[in-house]
């Protein structure tokens, strides 16, 4: 004899594929999260070692502009190579011999290659495709340098804040950190 399933067995069938299709998708997009978050942190330790060793070899670390206390990285590729490295304030040629020494140094120690991946627009980008901001001197690191970036969600600071870009002018100091314990309130991925 044959058996016949019953209508609430398929049903319960379907009920476990689906929820373990759930929960199997659920810890891939968590993984994939977290290993942006890696990749992340891990180009700011790249760029953190290159600022300091030029600081170390040339005796200063390159400004922003004036006007605006954050400003995005700009790198230009022209021929396969790196020929300019721009700081918001400060652009390093491969073609001025003063230019050149800081920018082979810079290149030596965070690798040409790392920084063309995440370059794909002329900007350094995060994984997850927002702009890398640089402050020098910082905000948040008064007597040194800040590297931002918006993180997985793409907004800067508070999820519940509507901040802007503008406002990584440091006018929004509180909307970035806790006033009880000075930690992060936010999924922002920062050097400070």
Known sequence: MKKRFTLVEVLAVVFLIGLLTAIGFGMYSYAMNAAKDKATRSLFARLEAAIE???????????????????????????????????????????????QDYLKEFLRVVDAETLKKNAKSGTLEDSWG???????????????????????????GKDNAELKESNLDGSAIGDFKDSSDNSMICDDIVNF
């Open 53 to 99: 060793s030029c600081n170390t070899k040339f005796g200063y670390i390159p400004t922003g502009t004036a006007t605006k206390k954050f400003n995005t990285i700009s790198v230009t590729v022209s021929s396969g190579e790196i020929t300019e490295l721009n700081f918001g304030g400060r652009t390093f040629k491969s073609s001025v011999t003063s230019d």
């Open 130 to 156: 927002g702009a890398i901001y640089y402050a020098y001197p910082g905000k948040f690191n008064a007597t040194s340098y800040d590297l931002y970036s918006a993180g997985p969600n793409g907004r800067i």
